[in-house]
């Protein structure tokens, strides 16, 4: 079982940046995916950018750009950096980490782009 702690997300004005922390409560060793979803009030729960085990990306279009997902192997933490940020991507921001079959996901942190 792995538990996924995320921080960093807050209320911030158009045009300004936040960057994500997604920290697992155990070490992994191998995954097949880890990303970052999102969900806004009244609508379904998007992905929003993914990093493969060999560094590979994607984004969803609206984002790419402006945000950018890493990762610290050694601390199997994963980042995602948001910059130029809109009203539209004002959401609940929910990392997730794939392990075999397994998905893992953390409990959500509110984003608001607001002025």
């Known amino acids: 079982q792995v538990r996924l702690v995320e921080s960093g997300g807050g209320l911030v004005q158009p045009g300004g940046s936040l960057r994500l922390s997604c920290a697992p409560s155990?070490?992994?060793?191998?995954?097949?995916?880890m990303g970052w979803y999102r969900q806004a009030p009244g609508k379904q729960r998007e992905a929003v950018a993914s990093?493969?085990?060999?560094?590979?990306?994607n984004y969803v279009d609206s984002v790419k750009g402006r945000f950018t997902i890493s990762r610290d192997t050694p601390k199997n933490t994963v980042y995602l950096q948001m910059n130029s940020l809109k009203p539209e991507d004002t959401a609940v921001y929910y990392c997730?980490?794939?392990?075999?079959?397994?998905?893992?996901w953390g409990q959500g942190t509110q984003v608001t782009v607001s002025s």
């Open positions: 997730k980490v794939k392990i075999g079959v397994e998905d893992y």
């Open positions: 155990r070490s992994i060793f191998s995954f097949n995916l």
């Open positions: 990093i493969s085990p060999d560094g590979s990306t």
